[in-house]
Antibody, heavy 121, light 110 residues
Framework: EVQLVESGGGLVKPGGSLRLSCAAS????????MNWVRQAPGKGLEWVSS????????YYADSVKARFTISRDNAKNSLYLQMNSLRAEDTAVYYC??????????????WGLGTMVTVSS | QSVLTQPPSASGTPGQRVTISCSGS????????VNWYQQIPGTAPKLLIY???QRPSGVPDRFSGSKSGTSASLAISGLQSEDEADYYC???????????FGGGTKLTVL
């Protein structure tokens, strides 16, 4: 059974940093692209970042470019999101989502339950 | 403001057929396939339709998708109370080099 479990969320002050993790199980992690998608309270889904299987291709939404860094460790079956210079508008539930294949353009076929990030003084 | 445009709400009675539209441009829907996600309030999104009209295993055939030019649609036939949820379209945008989502449509079963 595919499982994605996010962790690392919490309350952080504006300008602070946070590192999210996503532990994957139930599939060959190294064969799939991975993604982060967020959802601000009461709002819709917003794509954040994608990474291909061997980290060869990485993409970011303009809203997080130069502040967030996506990475993966295929040996540990884990996906990460390093978030720096956090702003109030980054407050959201952050979901880890698996791409249905190795390409960044593959649909997100499995999602974690999400981890809440709150940026507030 | 979302790149893809969806109606904010839709509704129908049990057994009815409803459609939800998703409008984009040549760089997104016009160039790539469309996926649809269902999100029941308080839960994580779930893939409903991929590659315009394909259903993942376990998704009832009451759900169908289509695409024409720079627009796509999700149709739900034989509406059931459990279909009450938010629905999002999404596709890759060649200009932005990233994914774009619609603003979401809240479906109410009357």
């Amino acid at each position: 059974e595919v499982q994605l479990v996010e962790s690392g969320g919490g309350l952080v002050k504006p300008g602070g940093s946070l590192r999210l993790s996503c532990a994957a199980s139930g599939f060959t992690f190294s064969s799939y692209s991975m993604n982060w998608v967020r959802q601000a309270p009461g709002k819709g889904l917003e794509w954040v970042s994608s990474i291909t299987t061997s980290s060869s291709y990485i993409y970011y939404a303009d809203s997080v470019k130069a502040r967030f860094t996506i990475s993966r460790d295929n040996a540990k079956n884990s996906l990460y999101l390093q978030m720096n210079s956090l702003r109030a508008e980054d407050t959201a539930v952050y979901y880890c989502a698996r791409g249905s294949g190795s390409f960044s353009t593959d649909a997100f076929d499995f999602w974690g339950l999400g981890t809440m990030v709150t940026v507030s003084s | 403001q979302s790149v893809l445009t969806q109606p904010p709400s839709a509704s129908g009675t049990p057994g009815q057929r409803v459609t939800i539209s998703c409008s984009g441009s040549s760089s997104d829907i016009g160039s790539n396939t469309v996926n649809w996600y269902q999100q029941i309030p308080g839960t994580a999104p779930k893939l409903l339709i991929y590659s315009n009209n394909q259903r993942p295993s376990g998704v009832p055939d009451r759900f169908s998708g289509s695409k024409s030019g720079t627009s796509a649609s999700l149709a739900i036939s034989g509406l059931q109370s459990e279909d009450e949820a938010d629905y999002y379209c999404a596709t890759w945008d060649d200009s932005l080099n990233g994914w774009v989502f619609g603003g979401g449509t809240k479906l109410t079963v009357l």
